[in-house]
């Protein structure tokens, strides 16, 4: 069974510009969460879906973050401009039910220049 | 306030030394979810275990045990006989029920020496 897939792994880009991530959580897994990692900490939560709805985005820098998850399935993220802080990697997650254990994707890699 | 607290950032160990990662979380919600997850060099977080507040029995998995205690609010995890390919950044993790939110320590960078 494929697990939870991410790209790009590593993208690097120029302050002001766009980027955006793509998440593909593991089949059947209703729940996906996007985190951000900054290096030596541990993840912090920007959002997370029940399927097609957001059920918390507290975290989530609305004035430059969004997010979606169209179908319920697969999801992006995106950060538009991106600014130095935003150097990080982000990780998707997705867990069968809502107490469940979480499975990650490898994460993507984003430094701002 | 929910907290996790893992206060140790680095441990450096010499292969087949036993080593325990300490983890102290905070919670006023009487049900909750603990975990422990491992981030090796790749960068992805692999699931280790879970546990309920209402199971306080100690677990055991090959080389791996944890020690949940409510009195003190911790769940510790011990590595036996440690090997190289142990070494990675360990993170314990809480969910509670109020918020169905997932919250993490800092994590521990677990070095093993050959």
């Known amino acids: 069974e494929a697990g939870v897939v991410q790209s790009p792994r590593y993208k690097i880009i120029e302050k002001k510009q766009p980027v955006a991530f793509w998440c593909n959580p593991i089949s059947g897994h209703n729940t996906l969460y996007w985190y951000l990692q900054n290096l030596g900490q541990g993840p912090e939560l920007l959002i997370r879906y029940e399927n097609e709805e957001a059920v918390d985005d507290s975290q989530l820098p609305k004035d430059r973050f969004s997010a979606e998850r169209l179908k319920g399935v697969d999801s992006t993220l995106k950060i538009q401009p991106a600014e130095l802080g935003d150097s990080a990697v982000y990780l998707c997650?997705?867990?069968?039910?809502?107490?469940?254990?979480?499975?990650f994707g490898e994460g993507s890699r984003l430094t701002v220049l | 306030a929910q907290k996790v607290t893992q206060a140790q950032t680095e441990i450096s160990v010499v292969e087949k030394e036993d080593v325990t990662l300490d983890c102290v979380y905070e919670?006023?919600?009487?049900?909750?979810?603990l975990f422990w997850y491992k981030q090796p060099p790749s960068g992805e977080l692999v699931f280790l275990i879970r546990r309920n507040s209402f199971d306080e029995q100690n677990e055991i998995s090959g080389r791996y045990s944890w020690n949940f205690q409510k009195s003190t609010s911790s769940f510790n995890f011990t590595i036996t006989a440690s090997q190289v390919v142990d070494s990675a950044v360990y993170f314990c993790?809480?969910?509670?029920?109020?918020?169905?939110?997932?919250?993490f320590g800092s994590g521990t960078r677990l070095s093993i020496r050959p």
């Open positions: 997650a997705s867990s069968a039910t809502n107490t469940g254990e979480l499975f």
């Open positions: 919670t006023r919600d009487t049900t909750y979810y």
């Open positions: 993790a809480l969910r509670y029920s109020s918020a169905s939110k997932i919250i």
